[in-house]
């Protein structure tokens, strides 16, 4: 028999498996320390807006039964070793589940990866880390898994096709993660889960026939009379499918050079950019949770999501939090010497004594004026010479530009920086000077602004880390909305975060999954 409730209870009953079934059997008004009894739950959020943090939870009763698993979905995975092959550029999540549902279709995915396996990743990884050298093919960005592998692995998405989010993270469930993630509201893996998560997906995409072609760098594209019919790599081979996904990430610049060069149809978009802040923890738990030492034993190191519209000449345009790494690192995220990147990470457990969030600032292409002679081009060229810059202030390695908060709006370079969680070092700048004026004009209205609203956050007890630039791609490669196919190059399928329709982990898995569904039903005969 099976009973559901929804409660409200204290961290302690949330977290607590014991004391939780306990609860949950007096609610129902039975023994607490009845056996034949199976306690779970199935939803659970956090509500810190009282002074009380309580916590929101759906749960089920089984009584005398055992409960099954909460995946309502199990793929199929067919052998496709012989069927006809489509190609996919890029191997982070749009890719992996675009090959991934193409393999459930019985069309046979090719993945075609400029990067690493996510284990040989790892020594790029320490190599910008503590010797400031940039392998512009293996990088926080390049390699197997993607930006989101290595840099947080926050499964949250404000996408409104809900079905389909549930799909990914089961998916995810069947190959290793915890079913935690079915149950969270904001659900996290952790960057030093998702690796082996991460293989698992790759393991069965070869298991089931797909190919996967690593340090493997499109270079050119195959076209004939307005079709493409494969791709050209550095070493001169030639791959051919029936159709490609374009699923390179937001910082293939090479990529977006490629299509102009080539004159595929491509667009400037709108983007952000700005700076990493980063707090103490036990600052943020103290605000979010209204505690007066620590956030105790219960709860999970707290977020939070600020936004402000600012007014500057005349122009409107929002600052906002992305990316809130609670418990955190910040990372060099940089993909070619000579630039610098930063971005944000947390382990499973998020437990370092750093929060760190993005703190962003809306770029229209009407803020570029000098930069519209490089057409659909323009805002890529932006974002560079911002990272450029921020290179060069910092000591042209991967010390990153930094200015304590309050500092920052008073126009004062900081005598001092505080402790960080990034590895290479801070460097005290004045950060107007790596950031343009309308730029550094809104965040500092901002910060004010968000001080008023989180009590005690607007101190020189933070600081501003630069430059956080690689939110979202800065250009857009147009699709049908219909069939997802390129208006200009048929069968070519833009995809996930580089092509400007994704934003995280799982809206580019969602798209993966559509770009795949869309070719095969256009272009794989049955």
């Known amino acids: 028999m099976k009973k559901t409730f929804t409660l409200q209870l204290s961290p302690e009953e949330a977290y607590d498996s014991q004391l939780f079934k306990e609860t949950v059997l007096k609610k129902a008004g039975l023994s607490p320390h009845l056996e034949a009894a199976f306690a779970r739950q199935t939803r659970r959020s956090i509500d810190a807006r009282g002074r009380k943090v309580i916590i929101n939870v759906e749960a089920e009763l089984f009584l005398n039964e055992k409960p099954g698993s909460l995946l309502d979905h199990f793929p199929a995975y067919q052998q496709v070793h012989q069927a006809d092959p489509i190609l996919i550029v890029g191997a982070g999540p749009a890719g992996l589940f675009a090959a991934l549902r193409a393999i459930e279709l019985g069309v046979k995915p090719i993945i075609i990866e400029r990067g690493k396996d996510v284990r040989a990743r790892r020594r790029d990884l320490a190599a910008i880390n503590k010797e400031g050298i940039v392998n512009p093919d293996s990088n926080y960005c390049f390699g197997e898994g993607g930006a989101g592998t290595y840099s947080d692995g926050k499964l949250y998405t404000r996408s409104k096709k809900r079905g389909d989010i549930r799909r990914i993270m089961e998916i995810l469930v069947a190959h290793g993660a915890t079913e935690e993630i079915l149950v969270d509201a904001h659900p996290h893996i952790g960057t030093n889960k998702l690796p082996i998560l991460v293989a698992k997906l790759r393991e069965t995409i070869l298991g089931s026939g797909g190919v996967i072609h690593f340090e493997t760098r499109v270079e050119d594209l195959i076209l004939e009379a307005n079709e493409i019919i494969g791709v050209v790599t550095q070493n001169g081979d030639v791959l051919k499918g029936l159709g490609v996904i374009l699923a390179t990430g937001h910082s293939a610049r090479d990529i977006f050079q490629l299509l102009h060069r080539r004159n595929v149809l491509i667009e400037a978009k709108p983007f952000a950019l700005g700076v990493r802040i980063e707090h103490s923890q036990n600052l943020i738990d103290r605000i979010q949770y209204h505690c007066a030492l620590d956030r105790g034993e219960y709860l999970p190191a707290s977020a939070y999501s600020l936004v402000q519209q600012t007014d500057f000449r005349g122009k409107q345009r929002g600052v906002f939090s992305f990316c809130m790494c609670p418990g955190g690192f910040i990372v060099?995220?940089?993909?070619?010497?000579?630039?610098?990147?930063?971005?944000?990470?947390?382990?499973?457990?998020?437990?370092?004594?750093?929060?760190?969030?993005?703190?962003?600032?809306?770029?229209?292409?009407?803020?570029?004026?000098?930069?519209?002679?490089?057409?659909?081009?323009?805002?890529?060229?932006?974002?560079?010479?911002?990272?450029?810059?921020?290179?060069?202030?910092?000591?042209?390695?991967?010390?990153?530009?930094?200015?304590?908060?309050?500092?920052?709006?008073?126009?004062?370079?900081?005598?001092?920086?505080?402790?960080?969680?990034?590895?290479?070092?801070?460097?005290?700048?004045?950060?107007?000077?790596?950031?343009?004026?309308?730029?550094?004009a809104r965040m500092a209205m901002a910060f004010k602004a968000f001080g008023q609203k989180m009590k005690g956050y607007f101190t020189n007890e933070a600081q501003i880390i630069g430059v956080e630039s690689r939110t979202s791609s800065p250009v857009r490669i147009p699709r049908d909305r219909e069939s997802f196919e390129h208006p200009q190059i048929k069968r070519l399928y833009p995809c996930g975060e580089g092509a400007g329709y994704a934003g995280g982990i799982v809206s580019a898995a969602m798209d993966g999954e559509r770009c795949a569904e869309k070719l095969i039903a256009s272009y794989v005969k049955r």
């Open 332 to 440: 060099p995220a940089a993909t070619a010497q000579g630039e610098l990147v930063v971005n944000g990470m947390s382990p499973s457990r998020r437990d370092s004594k750093f929060a760190n969030s993005g703190m962003v600032v809306s770029v229209e292409l009407e803020d570029l004026p000098e930069y519209q002679k490089f057409g659909a081009l323009s805002a890529m060229y932006f974002q560079a010479d911002i990272e450029k810059k921020a290179w060069e202030l910092g000591g042209k390695n991967q010390v990153a530009p930094a200015q304590r908060m309050v500092d920052f709006v008073n126009r004062k370079v900081s005598s001092s920086l505080l402790d960080t969680s990034y590895q290479p070092g801070l460097e005290s700048v004045e950060m107007r000077e790596v950031l343009p004026d309308f730029i550094s």
